[in-house]
């Protein structure tokens, strides 16, 4: 089972923590969560150990949450701590 949080949660520790945005670059370049890193889900799921340290928890956002929950499972399965964003980009443009 992943891990999960809501925006509204997100927004009170967000400065505190490893945002990852795997949206594409320019999905990313046009607006992303503040704080947040790129990289696209084809380059965290081919090489993950490139991008994450598995001592670290990493927050993941997509768009909408689909891709972010699927590749959250991944992780875990891999080992990482991830916890998926609920609703992705989308439900933080309507929380913000």
């Given at each position: 089972?992943?891990?999960?949080?809501?925006?509204?949660?997100?927004?009170?520790?967000?400065?505190?923590?490893?945002?990852?945005?795997?949206?594409?670059?320019?999905?990313?370049?046009?607006?992303?969560?503040?704080?947040?890193?790129?990289?696209?889900?084809?380059?965290?799921?081919?090489?993950?150990?490139q991008?994450?340290?598995?001592?670290?928890?990493?927050?993941?956002?997509?768009?909408?949450?689909?891709?972010?929950?699927?590749?959250?499972?991944?992780l875990?399965?891999?080992?990482?701590?991830?916890?998926?964003?609920?609703?992705?980009?989308?439900?933080w443009?309507?929380?913000?």
């Amino acid at each position: 089972m992943i891990s999960s949080i809501s925006i509204s949660d997100l927004l009170s520790i967000k400065d505190k923590i490893h945002v990852i945005d795997i949206r594409s670059i320019q999905s990313y370049n046009n607006n992303h969560i503040e704080g947040a890193v790129n990289i696209p889900y084809e380059k965290l799921l081919t090489n993950p150990a490139q991008y994450l340290n598995p001592n670290i928890r990493y927050y993941i956002y997509c768009q909408k949450g689909l891709s972010s929950s699927k590749i959250c499972q991944i992780l875990t399965r891999m080992g990482y701590k991830v916890t998926h964003i609920a609703g992705g980009y989308e439900e933080w443009i309507l929380q913000k």
